[in-house]
């Protein structure tokens, strides 16, 4: 089984991986595969300064502040970031949990789970949320961004009202303490959905 784990930014998706993770779960980050990528993978690299131009890249690292203060801003320009990133995203996951086939549970933490279609690599979904307010503060203390920054991060993301009727299990962070969560009687309520 395949579970996916998504929630707007700041809902506390990273803590439950985390939490699976310590509980000897493997969890596959498609941020930190992204991140990877984008700098590893020449293809996506070209890609990306063909879009951004050479500032897209400093020492051969994506320029991640440079390229959010555009495609935050510009819809459209995300959406052809979003086409050349996801694909790779993707094939990368299938070729990680192929190694990992003999895994009776394994998880795809990921934000865009219905945005960058990885939904259909899943079987069940579950959705971490926490009300907007807490969301804010956590990334602000987190990351040392402003809430403008935050809310647009936020605005560029679905509702968790459109998430939740799309998901097997909700978690509300601000209700449930993940550090307090019971691992394997929680995976036992989500094989029973």
Request: proline residues 2%; contains cysteine.
């Amino acid at each position: 089984m395949i579970v996916g784990i998504t929630g707007g930014i700041g809902s506390g998706k990273s803590t439950l991986s985390a939490k699976l993770r310590e509980a000897g779960f493997s969890v596959y980050d498609t941020d930190a595969a992204a991140r990877r990528l984008q700098n590893e993978n020449v293809e996506i690299k070209n890609n990306i300064i063909a879009l951004f131009g050479a500032e897209a890249y400093t020492d051969n690292v994506l320029n991640r502040s440079y390229i959010a203060g555009i495609v935050f801003n510009q819809p459209e320009l995300l959406r052809k970031l979003n086409l050349i990133v996801h694909p790779a995203v993707r094939v990368d996951f299938k070729k990680w949990s192929e190694q990992l086939n003999s895994e009776t549970m394994l998880f795809l933490e990921c934000a865009i789970l219905f945005e960058g279609e990885f939904y259909k690599l899943v079987d069940k979904i579950i959705l971490v949320t926490a009300p907007q307010s807490v969301r804010i503060q956590r990334v602000i203390k987190r990351d040392g961004v402003t809430e403008r920054q935050v809310l647009e991060r936020i605005n560029n993301q679905l509702s968790d009202a459109e998430m939740a009727s799309k998901s097997d299990l909700i978690i509300d962070t601000s209700v449930t303490d993940i550090h307090k969560l019971e691992i394997s009687s929680f995976l036992s309520g989500l094989k029973n959905e």
